[in-house]
Protein backbone atom coordinates (compact mmCIF):
# COMPACT_ATOMS: atom_id res chain seq x y z
CA UNK A 1 0.00 0.00 0.00
CA UNK A 2 2.75 2.60 0.45
CA UNK A 3 3.93 2.15 -2.78
CA UNK A 4 0.79 3.44 -3.92
CA UNK A 5 0.33 6.01 -2.01
CA UNK A 6 3.56 7.27 -2.93
CA UNK A 7 2.80 7.16 -6.98
CA UNK A 8 -0.27 8.51 -6.52
CA UNK A 9 1.38 11.58 -4.72
CA UNK A 10 4.13 11.61 -7.17
CA UNK A 11 1.38 11.24 -10.12
CA UNK A 12 -0.78 14.46 -8.12
CA UNK A 13 2.78 16.09 -8.09
CA UNK A 14 2.91 15.53 -12.07
CA UNK A 15 0.34 17.22 -12.46
CA UNK A 16 0.42 20.06 -10.33
CA UNK A 17 3.48 20.62 -11.86
CA UNK A 18 2.03 20.50 -15.17
CA UNK A 19 -0.54 22.58 -14.85
CA UNK A 20 1.70 25.50 -13.51
CA UNK A 21 3.63 24.99 -16.61
CA UNK A 22 0.82 25.18 -18.90
CA UNK A 23 -0.80 28.40 -16.66
CA UNK A 24 2.97 30.55 -16.83
CA UNK A 25 2.50 29.66 -20.69
CA UNK A 26 -0.96 30.76 -21.08
CA UNK A 27 -0.53 33.91 -19.26
CA UNK A 28 3.14 34.29 -21.52
CA UNK A 29 1.44 34.07 -24.35
CA UNK A 30 -2.21 36.50 -23.44
CA UNK A 31 -2.77 39.16 -25.95
CA UNK A 32 -1.93 42.76 -25.22
CA UNK A 33 -4.81 45.13 -24.80
CA UNK A 34 -4.07 47.13 -27.28
CA UNK A 35 -1.16 46.72 -30.32
CA UNK A 36 -1.41 50.38 -32.64
CA UNK A 37 0.45 52.39 -35.22
CA UNK A 38 1.51 55.39 -35.96
CA UNK A 39 3.41 57.68 -38.44
CA UNK A 40 5.12 60.39 -37.04
CA UNK A 41 6.21 63.35 -39.24
CA UNK A 42 8.28 65.33 -37.14
CA UNK A 43 10.80 64.63 -34.05
CA UNK A 44 8.35 64.11 -30.98
CA UNK A 45 9.12 63.88 -26.94
CA UNK A 46 7.41 61.20 -25.64
CA UNK A 47 8.85 61.16 -21.69
CA UNK A 48 12.59 61.12 -21.67
CA UNK A 49 12.71 59.88 -25.61
CA UNK A 50 12.61 61.59 -28.52
CA UNK A 51 11.29 59.94 -31.24
CA UNK A 52 12.53 60.76 -34.50
CA UNK A 53 9.78 61.15 -38.16
CA UNK A 54 9.11 57.29 -38.78
CA UNK A 55 6.37 54.38 -38.34
CA UNK A 56 6.28 53.00 -35.04
CA UNK A 57 4.48 50.09 -33.10
CA UNK A 58 2.63 50.48 -29.67
CA UNK A 59 2.11 47.84 -27.47
CA UNK A 60 -0.06 48.09 -24.39
CA UNK A 61 0.12 44.30 -22.15
CA UNK A 62 -2.81 45.64 -19.86
CA UNK A 63 -4.95 48.57 -18.77
CA UNK A 64 -4.02 47.97 -14.96
CA UNK A 65 -2.71 50.96 -13.54
CA UNK A 66 0.45 51.95 -14.13
CA UNK A 67 -0.18 51.58 -18.01
CA UNK A 68 2.95 51.03 -19.69
CA UNK A 69 3.59 51.12 -23.35
CA UNK A 70 6.28 49.67 -25.67
CA UNK A 71 6.98 51.52 -28.37
CA UNK A 72 9.13 50.04 -31.63
CA UNK A 73 10.11 50.45 -34.81
CA UNK A 74 8.27 48.64 -37.40
CA UNK A 75 11.66 46.80 -37.57
CA UNK A 76 10.74 45.55 -34.39
CA UNK A 77 13.37 47.76 -32.25
CA UNK A 78 12.11 48.66 -29.29
CA UNK A 79 12.84 52.47 -28.20
CA UNK A 80 11.15 53.07 -25.47
CA UNK A 81 8.65 52.11 -22.18
CA UNK A 82 6.42 54.91 -21.69
CA UNK A 83 4.48 54.85 -18.13
CA UNK A 84 1.20 57.37 -17.92
CA UNK A 85 0.80 59.62 -15.42
CA UNK A 86 -3.10 59.28 -15.31
CA UNK A 87 -5.92 58.00 -17.21
CA UNK A 88 -9.35 59.17 -17.80
CA UNK A 89 -12.31 57.08 -18.87
CA UNK A 90 -12.62 59.06 -22.28
CA UNK A 91 -11.23 59.10 -25.81
CA UNK A 92 -14.02 61.00 -27.50
CA UNK A 93 -13.74 58.97 -30.91
CA UNK A 94 -10.33 59.21 -31.22
CA UNK A 95 -7.07 56.78 -31.44
CA UNK A 96 -4.15 59.17 -31.74
CA UNK A 97 -1.51 60.91 -30.05
CA UNK A 98 -2.07 64.37 -28.49
CA UNK A 99 1.00 66.43 -29.23
CA UNK A 100 1.67 69.99 -27.32
CA UNK A 101 4.66 72.50 -27.96
CA UNK A 102 6.34 72.70 -25.03
CA UNK A 103 9.36 75.44 -24.68
CA UNK A 104 9.44 74.78 -28.74
CA UNK A 105 9.73 71.06 -29.03
CA UNK A 106 6.48 68.92 -29.50
CA UNK A 107 5.76 66.75 -26.59
CA UNK A 108 3.48 63.92 -26.47
CA UNK A 109 0.77 64.95 -23.75
CA UNK A 110 -1.26 62.05 -23.62
CA UNK A 111 -2.82 58.95 -25.53
CA UNK A 112 -6.68 58.87 -26.40
CA UNK A 113 -8.04 55.77 -27.09
CA UNK A 114 -11.21 55.59 -28.10
CA UNK A 115 -11.13 51.73 -28.93
CA UNK A 116 -10.47 51.45 -25.24
CA UNK A 117 -12.47 54.27 -23.54
CA UNK A 118 -9.53 56.11 -22.50
CA UNK A 119 -7.09 58.86 -22.37
CA UNK A 120 -3.51 58.13 -20.82
CA UNK A 121 -1.60 61.41 -19.89
CA UNK A 122 1.88 61.19 -20.01
CA UNK A 123 2.94 65.07 -19.52
CA UNK A 124 0.50 66.95 -16.72
CA UNK A 125 2.05 70.22 -17.25
CA UNK A 126 -0.20 71.20 -20.17
CA UNK A 127 -3.31 70.81 -18.10
CA UNK A 128 -1.80 73.83 -15.77
CA UNK A 129 -1.20 76.09 -18.63
CA UNK A 130 -4.49 75.27 -20.49
CA UNK A 131 -5.56 79.17 -19.77
CA UNK A 132 -2.30 80.13 -20.90
CA UNK A 133 -2.09 78.21 -24.28
CA UNK A 134 -5.56 79.18 -25.26
CA UNK A 135 -5.00 82.81 -24.32
CA UNK A 136 -1.83 82.81 -26.88
CA UNK A 137 -3.44 80.46 -29.37
CA UNK A 138 -0.93 77.44 -29.35
CA UNK A 139 -1.91 74.67 -31.76
CA UNK A 140 -2.57 71.25 -30.90
CA UNK A 141 -1.16 68.48 -32.87
CA UNK A 142 -2.31 65.16 -33.21
CA UNK A 143 -1.29 61.92 -35.02
CA UNK A 144 -3.66 59.31 -35.58
CA UNK A 145 -3.29 55.37 -34.02
CA UNK A 146 -4.38 52.30 -35.51
CA UNK A 147 -5.25 49.16 -34.77
CA UNK A 148 -2.22 47.39 -35.71
CA UNK A 149 -2.87 44.02 -37.80
CA UNK A 150 -2.23 41.29 -36.10
Same mark, same amino acid.
Do not use: C
Given at each position: ?60 ? &? ?6 ? %? @???? +? /??? #?? =? ?7 ? &? ?6 ? %? @???? +? /??? #?? =? ?41
Amino acid at each position: MGNRKQAIATLLLGALLASLLFLGTAQAQESPSYVGKFTLPYQVRWGKTILQPGDYTLTIR &STGSPVIA %L @IRTV +D /GNA #VA =HVMSWASSG &SGNGLNAL %L @IKEK +D /GQR #VV =HSLALADLKMVLIYDPSPMKEKVKEASEGHVNHTVPVMWAKK
